[in-house]
């Protein structure tokens, strides 16, 4: 640590990719932090690995963590994340979580961990809060940058999903729209 602030490691203690079963990750070092990419699954027979990984670049970075491809997360694996935000939380340093999607995101705001654990929309979003914390400025999130909360009635009819008009089955096995519906 330098005047305050934690001073990266030229090398990341770390892999900078690795393959844990059914989970592959890769660190980088970006803007002042580390990004962890993961994809695939993460769940028993890897998650003791993922929080090693993480708990030990919280020693020494802001954290990163992308969770854009990763396709499910099973309550070991949020422990490990939960871990690793103590981690980083008793060595000064962040962990930040970025770009889940689908049946991940859902499992964050199901548990409420999407706002605990500070998940962001994107990287970006996710780098700029850490920056905002190396570098001193006001709370954990980065100014100007938004996390995306959605409402219980939105988390129910994704955005992406879109509204659809209500259909009416003709009890022939066909499906048609119901006139004059909104949709």
């Known amino acids: ?15 900078d990719s690795a393959v844990l079963g059914s989970c592959w990750l890769r660190s980088q070092q970006l803007g002042g932090c580390v990004i962890v990419r993961l994809g695939g699954e993460i769940d028993l027979s890897n998650s003791a690995a993922l929080r090693r990984h993480l708990s030990t670049l919280a020693d020494v970075a802001h954290v990163v963590v992308d969770l854009s491809r990763v396709g499910f997360l099973d309550s070991t694996a949020l422990g490990a994340l939960i871990a690793a935000r103590q981690r980083a939380d008793a060595r000064g340093t962040t962990i930040h979580l970025a ?3 689908g049946i991940a995101l859902r499992v964050l705001q199901i548990t409420g961990l999407d706002v605990h654990l500070d998940h962001y929309d994107n990287v970006a979003d996710g780098v700029g809060a850490a920056l905002a914390t190396r570098y001193g400025t006001s709370g954990r999130k980065a100014p100007g940058r938004r996390r ?13 999903v879109g509204h659809t008009r209500p259909l009416a089955d003709d009890g022939t096995g066909t499906v048609e729209p119901v006139e004059g519906a909104a949709g």
């Open 148 to 160: 995306t909360v959605r409402t219980r009635t939105e988390m129910d009819d994704p955005p992406h």
């Open 1 to 15: 640590m330098r005047n305050g602030r934690s001073v990266l490691p030229s090398t990341l203690p770390v892999p």
């Open 99 to 101: 770009g889940a999607c």
